[in-house]
């Protein structure tokens, strides 16, 4: 029984002796951390929320003070949409600035400049449009500011014709086009009486005698629905129907040509040009029948 007391005694002195260290890796932990270092990753931790404050501190001299806005304040779908976002005065030469546009709530990707062009943005007319500007200075301290919102507006129609070099207006194909892709309605302001256009945009002309002289300009218009014009003015001249209506009268007579001056002749074929450009179509194929008749 002695022998058995004494084993024990010396057994539990050698388990309880100085504690001696042992290098066998990381410490482990009875919640599954085994091997991780997790001082150093709780340390990594809280940098990133350091960093992450610091970028949220307001600092003097860092921002938009004088709010950021978009030009111009009523686009249509043919303009560039440009940030203007000022910095505080003081501002470090070496902040970043980065822009982030959003069209009707989505944004954009692959855009950080200060403008959005029409082709990128693909906005309509009705879109909503508005952005948010950045600045982030070189200690990681930032700050943001949104700008208004701003309505794409209808855009005003485009007159494609000229008429400068044409030797009348009788048949004409007026054409126009509208960015916003509306249907053109066609009407015609002011001039003479006689003059009017289709909804093709061709324009006739009806031989009208009048009573005063007439001097100024028609108007042709394109209007879109939302009321938007393009507007083509054209100075017009013409005679009222005096002394020269008799003469074209006696030249219907058809005088033998012995029978008057050059100047008479001369001036008897001005005026049937003249009369020949106001005709309407169904006009000028009676007045071609007449002719061969007479040539009969």
């Known amino acids: 029984m002695c022998r058995l007391i004494l084993l024990f005694s010396l057994l539990s002195l050698t388990a309880c002796g100085p504690y001696e260290k042992h290098d066998q890796g990381p410490v482990k932990y009875e919640d599954g951390n085994a091997g991780v270092d997790v001082a150093g990753v709780e340390a990594g931790l809280s940098e990133d929320r350091r960093v992450e404050a610091a970028s949220h501190v307001k ?6 003070p004088k709010g950021v806005t978009i030009s111009p304040k009523a686009p249509t779908v043919e303009d560039s949409l440009e940030a203007i976002a000022p910095l505080a005065e003081g501002s470090d030469s070496f902040s970043d600035v980065s822009f982030n546009w959003y069209v009707n709530g989505t944004k954009i990707s692959g855009v950080t400049r200060g403008v959005l062009k029409p082709g990128v943005g693909r906005f309509e007319r009705g879109d909503t449009v508005y952005f948010v500007a950045r600045v982030e200075n070189l200690e990681g301290h930032a700050a943001e500011a949104t700008s208004k919102v701003v309505e794409i507006v209808n855009a005003k129609p485009v007159m494609l014709s000229n008429v400068r070099n044409a030797s009348g207006l009788q048949g004409i194909r007026l054409e126009a086009s509208d960015p916003d892709g509306d ?5 015609v302001e002011g001039g003479p009486p006689g003059i009017s256009i289709e909804q093709s945009g061709r324009i006739r002309i009806r031989a009208v005698d009048l009573k005063e002289a007439f001097s100024g300009e028609v108007v042709f218009v ?3 629905r939302d009321g938007a ?3 083509l003015h054209i100075p017009v001249a013409v005679n009222a129907a005096t ?9 219907k007579t058809l005088k033998r040509r012995e029978q008057v001056s050059e100047a008479e002749f001369e001036k008897a074929n001005l005026d049937a040009g003249d009369r020949i450009e106001k005709m309407s179509p169904e006009e000028f194929e009676r007045y071609i029948r007449e002719q061969e008749r007479r040539a009969k």
């Open 243 to 251: 002394e020269a209506t008799t003469e074209v009268t006696e030249v």
């Open 183 to 187: 249907e053109l309605h066609w009407s």
């Open 222 to 224: 394109a209007e879109d």
């Open 59 to 64: 600092v003097e001299g860092l921002g938009f």
């Open 229 to 231: 014009r393009a507007e």
